[in-house]
């Protein structure tokens, strides 16, 4: 079966840029999605397609995806993003999910 | 409002079934796929059902096949997950989750939106 590799835990301070990992087989040849998820919140949608962003979501996320690695970047991290991060892929017709990144905004 | 809701979790001796809702406010529900993505305690999330916006397609995570079964009521708005032979590894909170469009076979798919979820504890 598919797998999605994330680090643990990522810290930042503020104003700084925070970056996620995700790694996978052959990765950039897939379509990757991130999902931010606050403690006691449902998912939230952050960027699809890779690099996608929804409308309501800031501009200070962006996403990339090539290789074995697909990225999430936050330009300017604001303590309101404090959160798990995940990324996701397909797997055929299953959703795949890596272990999420927290994110600490000291 | 566009929105979500699940329900229909609790606590469940092992062995037992249980069958989760999710009602849809808000949008064209009939437009939809629908899907299922559980997270056990202080753990990931982890894919597990789709219907296709009719319910006339079907997948499910390998993980689960046979014991999961989920189907949609198009008229109440609503889509289930039917859990059998529950144990205590299904302990999880269960999300029921919008696809962006119709979640057909062969085409493209993602959550664009989540419920709250709910909470199924197996135990004795």
């Known amino acids: 079966s598919y797998e999605l590799t994330q680090p643990p835990s990522l810290s930042v301070s503020p104003g700084q840029a925070a970056s996620f990992a995700c790694s996978g087989d052959?990765?950039?040849?897939?379509?990757v999605f991130w999902y931010q998820q606050k403690p006691g919140q449902s998912p939230l949608l952050v960027i699809y397609y890779n690099d996608r962003r929804p409308l309501e979501i800031p501009e200070r996320f962006s996403g990339s995806n090539s290789g074995d690695t697909a990225t999430l970047t936050i330009s300017e991290t604001q303590a309101m993003d404090e959160a798990d991060y995940y990324c996701q892929a397909w797997d055929r017709t299953t959703a795949v999910f890596g272990g999420g990144t927290k994110l600490t905004v000291l | 409002q566009v929105q979500l809701v699940e329900s229909g979790g609790g606590v469940v001796q092992p062995g037992k079934s249980l069958r989760l809702s999710c009602a849809a406010s808000g949008f064209r529900f009939t437009s939809y796929g629908m899907h299922w993505v559980r997270q056990a305690p202080g753990k990931g999330l982890e894919g597990l059902a789709t219907t296709s916006y009719d319910g006339g397609e079907k997948f499910y995570a390998d993980s689960v096949k046979g014991r999961l079964t989920i189907s949609r009521d198009n008229y109440k708005n609503t889509v289930y997950l039917q859990i059998n032979s529950l144990r205590p590894e299904d302990t999880a909170v269960y999300y029921c989750?919008?696809?962006?469009?119709?979640?057909?076979?062969?085409?493209?798919?993602?959550?664009?939106?989540w419920g709250r979820g709910t909470l199924v504890t197996v135990s004795s």
């Open positions: 052959k990765l950039g040849d897939k379509h």
């Open positions: 989750a919008r696809d962006h469009a119709g979640a057909v076979a062969g085409s493209s798919w993602y959550f664009d939106l």
